[in-house]
């Protein structure tokens, strides 16, 4: 299983990106896929997660700046991130589950090599 990340970039604060991940394998093989950020000296946290059933959930630092959405067809799965802040850089992974969602990185089995997003 491969999960692939891009779309990071270098932007000014209030400004968007949309973050796209390629999954090797159909969308529903996993139970749950979420993008996670890590940056230096903090821990991995969550941004988003979107469950098989198309449920969605958010961190409460995304404050509705974010949206997650799944593409079956193509196997990606994106990230609308609006508004962003210089706190948002950091770099961004896609990760995925046969397990149900979680906050928690390590639940989930596969995750991209991330792609980084640096908002000044």
């Known amino acids: 299983v491969q999960l692939v990340e891009s779309g990071g970039d270098s932007v000014q604060a209030g400004g968007s990106l949309r973050l796209s991940c390629q999954a090797s394998?159909?969308?529903?093989?996993?139970?749950?896929m979420g993008w996670f950020r890590q940056s230096p000296g903090k821990g991995r946290e969550g941004d988003a997660r979107i469950s098989s059933d198309g449920s969605t959930k958010y961190g409460d630092f995304v404050d509705g700046r974010f949206m997650i959405s799944v593409d079956k067809a193509k196997n990606f799965v994106y990230l609308q991130m609006n508004n962003l802040k210089p706190e948002d850089t950091a770099m961004y992974y896609c990760a995925a589950t046969g397990g149900p969602c979680s906050w928690l990185g390590t639940d989930y089995a596969f995750r991209g090599q991330g792609t980084q997003v640096t908002v000044s």
């Open positions: 394998e159909n969308r529903d093989k996993y139970a749950c």
